[in-house]
């Protein structure tokens, strides 16, 4: 089973960026359909990003011009550039990765790491 390690998370101010990573270890990466999600205080955990393992990706509304995921098959890694940036974006985001044939929601998760947007 793959095995997912994020990094990146940190303070941003209103409008900044940051860009996180995500490394797989213990996996055939190419295989896996890999997605970024974020649970905000008191709220369910949400799909933010997903990108196929032909790189076909797809975004929730709220991030849509924002935020570009991308996926580096050499390395092994995941990537959320995250661009514009508002409070509303303050969460822990973790990477997923899911064999094709699992439900979206199912598969490795990553221990998160924590994003904070604030003036």
């Known amino acids: 089973q793959v095995e997912l390690v994020e990094s990146g998370g940190g303070f941003v101010q209103p409008g900044g960026s940051l860009r996180l990573s995500c490394a797989a270890s213990?996996?055939?990466?190419?295989?896996?359909?890999m997605a970024w999600y974020r649970q905000q205080p008191g709220k369910q955990r949400e799909l933010v990003a997903t990108?196929?393992?032909?790189?076909?990706?797809n975004y929730a509304d709220s991030v849509k011009g924002r935020f570009t995921i991308s996926r580096d098959n050499a390395k092994n890694t995941v990537y959320l550039q995250m661009n514009s940036m508002n409070p509303e974006d303050t969460a822990v985001y973790y990477c997923?990765?899911?064999?094709?044939?699992?439900?979206?929601?199912?598969?490795?998760w990553g221990q998160g790491t924590q994003v904070t947007v604030s003036s």
């Open positions: 997923n990765a899911r064999l094709p044939s699992l439900p979206q929601g199912f598969g490795s």
């Open positions: 990108i196929t393992s032909t790189g076909a990706t």
């Open positions: 213990r996996g055939i990466f190419s295989i896996y359909a």
